[in-house]
């Protein structure tokens, strides 16, 4: 591709990236497009974050990027992103996460797709999943298969079925941005703000599908969501991620809405899913009939309930999840 006029933003906030920063610098280095203005927050890093980015300062200048370094005491991820938001310049917007990867056409790529679709307000690829130590190794993917029937993304993104979350997958005009989101700034909330930007753009906006894989989802063992959690710690996270959905669904004028009622039934059927995985029969069957009142039960929570008090059929029930997850896997 010929070098384009259309400014890309990309947006990254970085929480104590040291061990992979200048990785992350290299990446955007080596993209095939151009320009880029690339927004770079450190969320009150305590290691040596500050130090490399100043390393790369003078080589991303030199590549041509417009590049924007920020510093803010430690607030969390939506924070930072909604300074990055409050400033960007491109008429394509991307936003990123510093330890993960781009291929070194994900930007061009995605452009030339926008270009060549001028219907689409945003373009989501496809991406693999790797392991810290091993990032030529796949060991997963991650992509939306597009519904045969009624493609509703903002359902699934609120039922959490056939979604990409990771951010690296998606590009979006700033025009459409700007129309769901004109005060530029997302919910200073550290239980997600991926969902913040996607859900407004998935309801409002028209979308398309890229099949090449074009970015990298690395896994690390010392990632905060890899830690083993209590019962009790993963219920607080459910709660404050779905008052988080409720706040985004009344921003959105949506609480009277099919939706909300399929967002509560949602958070039942988690916390329900966890009394299961965390052994704790009184609670599930709590759940179980939490589920039951609102209508939100199904086949499949039954017989979770009878797998949790009932070692063969917890067997069972084990195989099944596992032979769906294969059968998935091969779509």
Not at 73 to 95: D, H, R
Not at 192 to 201: D, K, R, T
Request: charged share 30%; proline share 3%.
């Amino acid at each position: 591709m010929e070098q384009k006029s259309k400014l890309v933003s990309i947006i990254t906030p970085c929480y104590n990236g040291e061990a992979f920063a200048g990785r992350f610098f290299e990446n955007i280095l080596e993209q095939t497009y151009s320009p880029i203005e690339l927004i770079f927050i450190n969320d009150g890093s305590t290691d040596k974050t500050g130090e490399i980015v100043e390393a790369y300062r003078e080589k991303l200048e030199k590549k041509g990027i417009r590049f924007v370094y920020l510093e803010q005491e430690n607030a969390g991820q939506a924070v930072a992103v909604s300074k990055g938001l409050s400033i960007f310049n491109g008429e394509y917007l991307m936003w990123t996460d510093s330890d993960d990867l781009l291929d070194p056409d994900n930007v061009e790529r995605k452009v030339q797709y926008l270009e060549e679709h001028p219907e689409d307000d945003f373009v989501m690829c496809r991406g693999r999943i790797v392991k810290e130590g091993a990032l030529t190794e796949k060991i997963g993917e991650l992509k939306r298969v597009k519904p045969r029937g009624e493609d509703d993304m903002f359902r699934d993104l609120l039922e959490e079925k056939n979604i990409v979350f990771t951010p690296g997958v998606y590009m979006v005009r700033r025009d459409a941005f700007l129309r769901v989101n004109p005060k530029r700034e997302i919910i200073p909330s550290r239980a997600g703000q991926n969902w913040q930007i996607l859900l407004p753009l998935a309801y409002s906006c028209k979308y398309g599908y890229m099949r090449e894989e074009l970015f990298s989802y690395v896994i690390r063992e010392d990632s905060h969501s890899r830690q083993t959690k209590s019962l009790e710690a993963v219920y607080e996270k459910l709660k404050l991620h779905n008052d988080l959905l409720r706040q985004i669904l009344i921003e959105m004028g949506l609480q009277q809405s099919k939706y909300w009622n399929l967002l509560e039934a949602k958070y039942l059927r988690k916390q329900f899913d966890n009394a299961y995985f965390y052994h704790n029969e009184e609670l599930l069957l709590q759940k179980y009939e939490e589920l039951k009142a609102c209508g939100g039960a199904t086949k499949r929570d039954m017989l979770i309930k009878w797998a949790g008090k009932n070692r063969l059929m917890n067997m069972a029930y084990t195989l099944y999840k596992k032979l769906k997850t294969f059968f998935r896997s091969l779509l």
